[in-house]
């Protein structure tokens, strides 16, 4: 079945520094892939997605490009901020009209002043 | 517009005890699913609904019953906690009709039991 992996955690960078989060898919077909956000104490939402092949979502500086030659869809932020700590997930979506999600495991990142 | 709402917030229960957890939603969303988050292990898909009066099977829906009677509601059912249970629930809506079917996620539920 698809399936998604992405690094893991905890992941620790200083203010500014460059963040990246590797993500590669397994899937038959085309799926749409998603980055979730999931700062403490609250739900998921989404951060970014991308619908095909080459891609790019961003959306609050971060980015991702959907390589599909590579099955991957990292996570990257040129300087993050304190306020970029939180869990990230990747994910993508089932193709077969319920719009499953299938989710990585997350990666936890902190970012010290 | 709450968007989507999830009660209660925290529970304790007793293995055997059992309990309904309510999702709510007001966004008109056809679809909607329940997922558990623990440590460790991601998002993992219970049950779900592609409308009012469906329900299907997600990936670890043993000892959960759902029921979507009304489309902005989904009840997610514990008829017999059991410790293996305790996780946080999440409840999630998206809407059909748009290319890319975002998942809007609720605050969540805690649910310890003992």
């Known amino acids: 079945g698809d399936s998604v992996t992405q690094m893991e955690g905890p992941v620790t960078l200083s203010e500014e520094a460059f963040l990246t989060i590797n993500c590669t898919y397994t899937?038959?077909?085309?799926?749409?892939l998603f980055w979730y956000v999931q700062y403490p104490g609250e739900g998921l939402q989404l951060l970014l997605k991308a619908t095909k092949a080459d891609d790019k979502g961003s959306n609050k500086g971060f980015e991702a490009t959907y390589r599909k030659e590579t099955t991957s869809f990292h996570l990257e932020k040129g300087s993050v901020q304190v306020s970029d700590s939180a869990v990230y997930f990747c994910a993508l979506s089932d193709q077969g009209g319920s719009e499953k999600l299938v989710f990585g495991k997350g990666t936890k990142l902190t970012v010290n002043p | 517009n709450a968007g989507v709402t999830q009660t209660p917030k925290f529970r304790v229960l007793k293995t055997g005890q059992s309990m309904t957890l309510l999702c709510a939603q007001d966004?008109?969303?056809?679809?909607m699913y329940w997922y558990r988050q623990d440590p460790g292990m991601g998002l993992r898909l219970i049950h779900y609904s592609v409308g009012e009066g469906t329900t299907a099977k997600g990936e670890v829906p043993d000892g959960y019953n759902v029921s979507r009677l009304k489309k902005q509601n989904f009840l997610l059912g514990l008829e017999s906690a059991a410790p293996s249970q305790t996780s946080v629930y999440f409840c999630?809506?998206?809407?059909?009709?748009?290319?890319?079917?975002?998942?809007?996620f609720g605050p969540g539920t805690r649910l310890t039991v003992t």
């Open positions: 999630a809506s998206s809407y059909r009709g748009q290319a890319v079917y975002e998942q809007y």
């Open positions: 966004m008109n969303h056809e679809y």
């Open positions: 899937a038959t077909g085309y799926p749409s």
